[in-house]
């Protein structure tokens, strides 16, 4: 069946401009995240979702960031007036179970280059 | 509060030896424990997962890993390294957060070199 899907693949935009990256999760997945991957930072926890719900938000790094997810599937991640410091791969995951040690599946990311 | 420790940034072995990544972990909890592999440019795979049960775990590709509490650890290992092993890999360690899910925490990973 079909993995974690995001779009796009790679994004190029100057500093100032914003930008939304979306995540297909797995069909069923109810619980959805979003990391950051970065050099020197490594794999940061940014969000996750539980339906359309987001209860723990403590990952995003300023209020410059934000996310949203409809029907309890899609989501897409907003980043304002962007600078270069947000150049990262963007990685999102879903799993069906967000508790019981359920694993995370993975998209293949989007890599973001603000210039 | 959870986190993870990859003892090495960079492990380099020849094509056909053992391979032996090393995570060291700190939890409050019982915790979930994971192996993940990201290859250039590809998302992350998960290699294995301890969760409670047996304590060595194995994963894909060959890989295990052993939960040894005593000593905090979740080695990954594989007896013949093949040179598609070449790749980044990550533990993780998976604990219970306010608001009852589970959070992943990362090491900063290691990456594999295999050399013919």
């Known amino acids: 069946g079909a993995g974690v899907s995001q779009s796009p693949s790679n994004k190029v935009t100057e500093k100032g401009k914003d930008v939304e990256l979306r995540c297909d999760p797995i069909s069923g997945h109810t619980a959805l995240y979003w990391y950051r991957q970065s050099l020197g930072q490594g794999l940061e926890f940014l969000i996750y979702f539980q339906g359309n719900s987001a209860p723990d938000k403590s990952g995003l790094p300023s209020d410059r960031f934000s996310a949203e997810r409809t029907g309890g599937s899609v989501s897409t991640l907003t980043i304002q007036r962007t600078q270069q410091e947000d150049s990262a791969v963007y990685l999102c995951a879903s799993s069906a179970l967000a508790t019981g040690g359920g694993e995370q599946y993975f998209g293949p990311g989007t890599r973001l280059t603000v210039t | 509060a959870q986190s993870v420790t990859q003892l090495d940034s960079h492990v380099s072995v020849s094509e056909g030896t053992p391979v032996l990544l090393r995570c060291n972990y700190s939890?409050?909890?019982?915790?979930?424990l994971f192996w993940y592999v990201q290859h250039p440019n590809k998302g992350l795979q998960l290699l294995l997962k301890?969760?409670?049960?047996?304590?060595l775990v194995k994963g894909i590709n060959g890989f295990e890993a052993e939960f040894k509490k005593s000593e905090t650890s979740f080695h990954l290992t594989k007896p013949s390294a093949h040179m598609s092993d070449a790749a980044e890999y990550f533990c993780v360690v998976s604990g219970i957060y306010d608001g009852g899910y589970n959070k992943l925490i990362f090491g900063a990973g290691t990456r594999l070199a295999v050399h013919p």
């Open positions: 939890s409050s909890y019982s915790p979930s």
């Open positions: 301890y969760t409670s049960a047996a304590t």
